[in-house]
């Protein structure tokens, strides 16, 4: 690597670490070390790190740490956290709210209900924040990100802020298609008037949905594969349980009892455990039905 610790430490300080283990940076809970783990407090400092660090490494933004599997072995490449300074919500017009990509989905449905704009009700049963959002298209109950969003701002890997209007993004079923070198910064969505009483009604009805029916409290990440648009009228749980013995693991990865798209460390899972229980299921259920099914996971190697 031709860019310069020492240069990195002076002007970063305690912001910039090397080696940097990223374990305890996710719901998984794997993972090894990062070359680089930089967390960005502001617009300005991420502009200027940005800047020296040019197009030479692989940048990956970590957020909540939800729907991310991370290698064992050293990432070769720049992990970006962005500070709190990125966790702010203001209420821009009576039914517009921009919200920092650092702030979680349960927040900024908290928030909408506390100004009484509903159309955010199932943010609250989404794990993750607003950048991670945004970047797959993350939804449920029928309603996804593209449903409330206005625009969102970002910045390239150059240092370049600019401003994409929803309109012009092709969101598709968990993908928004944007270019993975892009760092959203903030986004602008839009709600409806709704009664504060009556959204907190819906949040509960939708939280009790999902803790019927999905493991929480555990070391999981979220649903592990996508559900196959077009290929087949089933969704991917149905999928796995006709073509997969629930039972199966590969060390501490095994499969949840209580929903089969959610895959969990018991212990002490490795990487390559959790991969290959992934990659079993992927090609039991391809070589069962014929359908293939792909990950909703982001895999960090």
């Known amino acids: ?15 910039i670490k090397f080696n940097y283990n990223l374990k305890k940076k996710n719901w998984f809970n794997i993972g090894g070390n990062t070359k680089i783990f930089y967390k960005a407090e502001n617009l300005k400092e991420l502009i200027k790190f940005l800047k020296i660090i040019g197009n030479e490494e692989r940048l990956f933004v970590l957020g909540g740490g939800s729907n991310t599997l991370i290698t064992d072995k050293i990432y070769d490449g720049v992990v970006i956290k962005l500070s709190n300074n990125f966790n702010n919500i203001t209420l821009l017009s009576e039914d517009i709210i921009i919200a920092g990509s650092a702030v ?4 900024l449905s908290e928030f909408a209900m506390d100004n009484s704009l509903g159309g955010f009700e199932f943010l609250s049963c989404i794990p993750g ?25 970002a910045i390239s890997k150059s240092g370049q802020v600019i401003t994409i209007p929803a309109k012009e993004i092709n969101f598709k079923y968990r993908d928004s298609g944007l270019s993975n070198d892009l760092i959203f910064l903030s986004a602008s969505f839009k709600g409806f008037k709704k009664k504060s009483n009556l959204i907190k009604k819906e949040m509960i009805k939708l939280k009790e949905k999902k803790e019927k029916a999905q493991p929480t409290r555990i070391k999981t990440s979220g649903s592990t594969f996508r559900n196959p648009l077009g290929q087949s009228n089933k969704k991917v ?65």
């Open 1 to 15: 690597m031709s860019i310069n610790q020492e240069d990195l430490l002076l002007e970063f300080n305690e912001n």
């Open 104 to 107: 979680s989905d349960k927040s």
């Open 129 to 153: 924040t607003i950048g991670g959002g945004i970047r797959m298209n993350a939804g449920c109950f029928d309603r996804e990100f593209k449903d409330i969003l206005i625009s969102v701002q």
């Open 237 to 301: 749980w149905q999928l796995i349980k006709e073509s997969v013995p629930l039972e199966k693991s590969f060390g501490d990865a095994c499969i949840s009892e209580k929903h089969c798209n959610f895959f969990v460390n018991k212990g002490n899972a490795k990487f390559d455990d959790m991969k290959k229980l992934i990659e079993f299921v992927s090609e039991s259920v391809l070589k069962k039905t014929g359908v293939k099914i792909e990950t909703e996971i982001k895999i960090l190697e």
